[in-house]
C-alpha cells in the first residue's frame, strides 16, 4: 500500500497563505489522479483541486482564483498552494492519489493536516 502524508497545515491569519504537501511513501510509476479535499467540522469531505489523468484541473468554485494545486512527479509530491485564505477556509485537508506501482493500481488517502484560518 502507498502511503500519503501530509504537511503544511497550521493556523493562519484571513488573507494570509499556506502550502499543503503531500508526499507518497514509495515512488509511483504513473499518477492518474491528485487531488486535495477538505472537510470541516459537522460537514462531508468536498473536493478543493484535483488533477486528473488527461491533465484537467478542476476546483472548487469557493476556492478558484486562490488556490493552486500542482505536483512534482519525479519526487511523489502533489502541493496545494492557498491564498488568500479566509476563515471558511478552515478544515481538515487530506490528500488523494490514484496511481500505478508496475502492474498494480492504488487509491490512497493522507492522514488529513489541519488549516484553521482565524484572527
Known amino acids: 500500500q502507498v502511503q500519503l502524508v501530509e504537511s503544511g497545515g497550521g493556523l493562519v491569519q484571513p488573507g494570509g497563505s499556506l502550502r499543503l504537501s503531500c508526499v507518497a511513501s514509495?515512488?509511483?510509476?504513473?499518477?492518474?489522479?491528485k487531488g486535495w479535499f477538505r472537510q470541516a467540522p459537522g460537514k462531508q469531505r468536498v473536493l478543493v483541486a484535483a488533477?486528473?489523468?488527461?491533465?484537467?484541473?478542476n476546483y472548487a468554485d469557493s476556492v478558484k482564483g486562490r488556490f493552486t494545486i500542482s505536483s512534482d512527479d519525479a519526487k511523489n509530491t502533489v502541493y496545494l498552494q492557498m491564498n488568500s485564505l479566509k476563515p471558511e477556509d478552515s478544515a481538515v485537508y487530506y490528500c488523494?492519489?490514484?496511481?500505478?506501482?508496475?502492474?498494480?493500481?492504488?487509491?490512497?488517502w493522507g492522514q488529513g493536516t489541519l488549516v484553521t484560518v482565524s484572527s
Open positions: 514509495k515512488f509511483i510509476d504513473r499518477m492518474y489522479y
Open positions: 488533477i486528473s489523468s488527461d491533465g484537467t484541473f
Open positions: 488523494n492519489i490514484q496511481g500505478k506501482i508496475l502492474t498494480r493500481r492504488f487509491d490512497s
